[in-house]
């Protein structure tokens, strides 16, 4: 729900408390301050900064020049802290106010930046403490992955596997160091030694052999099958990982990639080459399902491979709070130190949940988005296409070029996806309009409430259809005027109101109609006649 005029007076009358922090801001307001000041709102359940109003009462709308783009604003703080934070700007006669949305955090979860959990402290902010953490996480049960598991040793592990993890951490923290390391310090540093040494399930998990996963987590396996058809029956190729995550990651990926076809495409001079499964979307699908599955269920792992289809399904359903709509801005870990360890070594972000590298690759690819249909209470399921559907969106990718690219966030990569589907935007996809049209992605049409943003004129020159940009961009308009011109033709003789001709192209605004009705007047082509509620169109004689 967007802020309106009424609820900031509103705002300004009631104390700043915890859901409310306001900022003159003037001139400026430092990035890095707001980014602490949300982190702390959200963890305190969520509020709004404002800025743009004097913090002390009464309070007084002053204006603010901080923050420019908005949308440049909220992309950015999506990008640092793994959440979607709005940024809206109201325009009053006494200045321009921007408002930050933050929501709150999940149960069992605390937003953090740089390594800080944070808090307010009065008009500051202030480091939470051991036991406020401590509280928050056993919001929703204590964390499996971080018990001790009764009777595993050291003995259990792999050392491979460790010296594996090891090296990654060193390379991912530059400490060379740490390389010099025992297995039992890189544990206890990682803290998966738990109450006085003794193993957790975080670390059979990730280093555990296969005996010992047998005896003391047999579910900890992954089980993958080949299938060459949709037919039922044995899997034309089968084999179950039951050992640590890190003894066979790397043959997981191996055996998917050894049928993994590569698919050719010839455009003029132009020829590509994409594979059918890109590594860095199946690694972050095998990632997800080890590090967020619930691990008190008794089933097993499972991928399947098609010729054109990846599915993984992992036992529990989403986690709290989360679901397939929320899933890109929301994050709560069901196996915390489970995926404490695999953000050290640099497998994966503490902040995400990898869906949205999924969804980038996807886009950047012409392939379908990640789908999660068939996800349920007892089941996570998510399935990867691999067809590419469009070739020349790939080509139309590649030329705006990689640094522009690097530069956009998921919501820019599912807007561009949206306009090449000619799918509505919802209202957070169509807030990153403004910053793709100054990428150069997208065009728009009309002016105000009737603007309309199209893929630009390079990608259709790409797809080698210019002729439906033309069309997309002009060609409609004539359309729309000759649909008006067809109705009052049939009406000649009374005309038709304003609203009679806004049933003729529902899809537009008001204000669109109204345009394309002058347009016509100038014409010559109709006339209006009466006013007001007896205000008619007519065509001209």
């Given at each position: 729900?967007?802020?309106?005029?009424?609820?900031?007076?509103?705002?300004?009358?009631?104390?700043?408390?915890?859901?409310?922090?306001?900022?003159?801001?003037?001139?400026?307001?430092?990035?890095?301050?707001?980014?602490?000041?949300?982190?702390?709102?959200?963890?305190?359940?969520?509020?709004?900064?404002?800025?743009?109003?004097?913090?002390?009462?009464?309070?007084?709308?002053?204006?603010?020049?901080?923050?420019?783009?908005?949308?440049?604003?909220?992309?950015?703080?999506?990008?640092?802290?793994?959440?979607?934070?709005p940024?809206?700007?109201?325009?009053?006669?006494?200045?321009?106010?921007?408002?930050?949305?933050?929501?709150?955090?999940?149960?069992?979860?605390?937003?953090?930046?740089?390594?800080?959990?944070?808090?307010?402290?009065?008009?500051?902010?202030?480091?939470?403490?051991?036991?406020?953490?401590?509280?928050?996480?056993?919001?929703?049960?204590?964390?499996?992955?971080?018990?001790?598991?009764?009777?595993?040793?050291?003995?259990?592990?792999?050392?491979?596997?460790?010296?594996?993890?090891?090296?990654?951490?060193?390379?991912?923290?530059?400490?060379p160091r740490?390389?010099?390391?025992?297995?039992?310090?890189?544990?206890?540093?990682?803290?998966?030694?738990?109450?006085?040494?003794?193993?957790?399930?975080?670390?059979?998990?990730?280093?555990?052999?296969?005996?010992?996963?047998?005896r003391?987590l047999?579910?900890?396996?992954?089980?993958?099958?080949?299938?060459?058809?949709?037919?039922?029956?044995?899997?034309?190729?089968r084999?179950?990982?039951?050992?640590?995550?890190?003894?066979w990651?790397?043959?997981?990926?191996?055996?998917?990639?050894?049928?993994?076809d590569?698919?050719?495409?010839?455009?003029?001079?132009?020829?590509?080459?994409?594979?059918?499964?890109?590594?860095?979307?199946?690694?972050?699908?095998?990632?997800?399902?080890?590090?967020?599955?619930d691990?008190?269920?008794?089933?097993?792992?499972?991928?399947?491979?098609?010729?054109?289809?990846?599915?993984?399904?992992?036992?529990?359903?989403?986690?709290?709070?989360?679901?397939?709509?929320?899933?890109?801005?929301?994050?709560?870990?069901r196996?915390?130190?489970?995926?404490?360890?695999?953000?050290?070594?640099?497998?994966?972000?503490?902040?995400?949940?990898?869906?949205?590298?999924?969804?980038?690759?996807?886009?950047?690819?012409?392939?379908?988005?990640?789908?999660?249909?068939?996800?349920?209470?007892?089941?996570?399921?998510?399935?990867?296409?691999?067809?590419?559907?469009?070739?020349a969106?790939?080509?139309?990718?590649e030329?705006?070029?990689?640094?522009?690219?690097?530069?956009?966030?998921t919501?820019?990569?599912?807007?561009?996806?949206?306009?090449?589907?000619?799918?509505?935007?919802?209202?957070?996809?169509?807030?990153?309009?403004?910053?793709?049209?100054?990428?150069?992605?997208?065009?728009?049409?009309?002016?105000?409430?009737?603007?309309?943003?199209?893929?630009?004129?390079?990608l259709?020159a790409?797809?080698?259809?210019?002729?439906?940009?033309?069309?997309?961009?002009?060609?409609?308009?004539?359309?729309?005027?000759?649909?008006?011109?067809?109705?009052?033709?049939?009406?000649?003789?009374?005309?038709?109101?304003?609203?009679?001709?806004?049933?003729?192209?529902?899809?537009?605004?008001?204000?669109?109609?109204?345009?394309?009705?002058?347009?016509?007047?100038?014409?010559?082509?109709?006339?209006?006649?009466?006013?007001?509620?007896?205000?008619?169109?007519?065509?001209?004689?």
């Open positions: 729900m967007l802020t309106t005029p009424t609820q900031l007076h509103q705002w300004l009358l009631e104390p700043e408390g915890q859901r409310l922090e306001f900022k003159e801001a003037k001139q400026r307001y430092d990035f890095e301050k707001l980014l602490k000041y949300c982190v702390a709102l959200a963890n305190e359940g969520g509020g709004a900064i404002v800025l743009g109003v004097t913090d002390k009462r009464p309070r007084l709308i002053v204006g603010t020049q901080a923050f420019e783009d908005p949308g440049r604003t909220e992309a950015g703080l999506h990008q640092r802290l793994g959440h979607r934070i940024v809206e700007e109201l325009r009053l006669p006494q200045g321009r106010v921007l408002v930050v949305r933050v929501p709150s955090r999940l149960p069992g979860t605390a937003w953090q930046i740089e390594g800080s959990f944070l808090k307010r402290a009065g008009d500051d902010l202030a480091a939470m403490s051991a036991q406020e953490l401590r509280a928050i996480f056993d919001e929703t049960g204590p964390d499996f992955s971080a018990q001790p598991c009764p009777g595993a040793t050291l003995e259990d592990l792999e050392p491979s596997s460790i010296a594996l993890f090891r090296e990654r951490w060193a390379r991912k923290g530059n400490t740490r390389r010099e390391l025992s297995d039992e310090q890189t544990l206890r540093d990682a803290e998966l030694l738990v109450e006085g040494n003794q193993v957790s399930y975080a670390a059979l998990i990730l280093f555990g052999k296969r005996a010992a996963l047998t003391w047999a579910q900890a396996e992954l089980v993958f099958e080949y299938r060459s058809s949709e037919a039922a029956g044995p899997a034309a190729d084999e179950e990982f039951r050992e640590g995550f890190f003894a990651q790397d043959a997981l990926w191996k055996k998917i990639n050894l049928r993994n590569r698919q050719s495409y010839q455009d003029d001079f132009f020829r590509m080459d994409l594979p059918t499964f890109a590594e860095v979307p199946v690694r972050e699908a095998l990632l997800n399902a080890v590090a967020h599955r691990y008190r269920l008794g089933g097993s792992i499972f991928v399947r491979q098609f010729s054109k289809r990846l599915e993984v399904i992992s036992p529990g359903g989403l986690p709290p709070g989360i679901t397939p709509e929320n899933i890109i801005d929301q994050q709560n870990p196996n915390r130190r489970l995926a404490e360890a695999l953000a050290r070594c640099g497998l994966i972000e503490r902040s995400g949940q990898g869906l949205n590298l999924m969804v980038e690759s996807a886009v950047r690819q012409g392939k379908p988005l990640p789908s999660l249909a068939g996800t349920s209470a007892h089941e996570v399921r998510l399935t990867l296409e691999g067809g590419v559907r469009n070739p969106f790939v080509r139309f990718m030329h705006l070029g990689e640094e522009k690219l690097s530069s956009f966030s919501l820019d990569y599912l807007a561009l996806e949206c306009l090449q589907q000619e799918k509505p935007l919802s209202a957070p996809l169509r807030e990153r309009l403004a910053g793709l049209l100054a990428a150069g992605a997208v065009e728009s049409i009309g002016r105000g409430k009737g603007t309309r943003y199209i893929l630009s004129e390079a259709y790409s797809l080698g259809a210019k002729g439906t940009h033309t069309r997309q961009r002009g060609l409609d308009r004539e359309t729309n005027k000759a649909l008006l011109l067809k109705h009052l033709t049939k009406h000649r003789e009374h005309g038709a109101a304003l609203a009679e001709l806004r049933q003729v192209l529902p899809s537009l605004p008001m204000s669109a109609v109204q345009d394309l009705l002058k347009e016509l007047r100038n014409e010559g082509r109709l006339q209006l006649m009466g006013a007001r509620r007896w205000a008619r169109w007519h065509l001209s004689d």
